[in-house]
């Protein structure tokens, strides 16, 4: 008796859905990112998974009570540019600034303020909080991505099957 083969799939649906299929992928794991990002911030955890240096007491006494959250700006300030079929890439961009400057990457990097006139705490080193790029989380091993990398997998195979 032969063997038979029950075909579940059709090749040339798979083609035509494939760029949406890799757009839907990457906007899974871009605003997974983006979220993890965020979270990072709120915990006061780098992006190795590592606590920020904690604030002087001189920020302290200003308003400031936990690092990159005195007015929210850093987290806000995250734009999101999903990936289109047409387009497959993913952007996350600081966009929040200061008197011109894109703030978030300074404390990214750590930096010394100038001793302008208007400059709140001159010369002051700020030191380096690294909370923006890929996340401990969003690493391949990483929680998050295991989540993400699950939904990508069920948008993949509900895409391959036949019925719809």
Request: proline share 5%.
């Amino acid at each position: 008796m032969p063997n038979r083969i029950k075909k579940t799939f059709d090749f040339k649906k798979l083609k035509r859905k494939f760029p949406g299929i890799l757009s839907d992928a990457l906007n899974v794991i871009g605003n997974r990112l983006v979220k993890s990002m965020e979270d990072g911030i709120d915990r006061g955890e780098d992006i190795k998974g590592n606590s920020f240096e904690p604030l002087k007491s001189t920020t302290m006494a200003t308003g400031g009570k936990r690092p990159l959250k005195r007015s929210g700006k850093m987290k806000k300030g995250l734009k999101k540019d999903p990936a289109k079929p047409s387009d497959l890439k993913f952007i996350i961009e600081m966009t929040e600034k200061s008197k011109g400057e894109v703030y978030g990457a300074y404390h990214n990097q750590g930096y010394t303020n100038s001793n302008k006139k208007k400059q709140w705490f001159k010369n002051a080193k700020i030191p380096k909080r690294e909370w923006f790029g890929i996340t401990k989380e969003m690493q391949p091993d990483g929680k998050e991505m295991k989540k993400a990398m699950v939904e990508v997998q069920a948008r993949i195979v509900s895409a391959w099957s036949k019925r719809r």
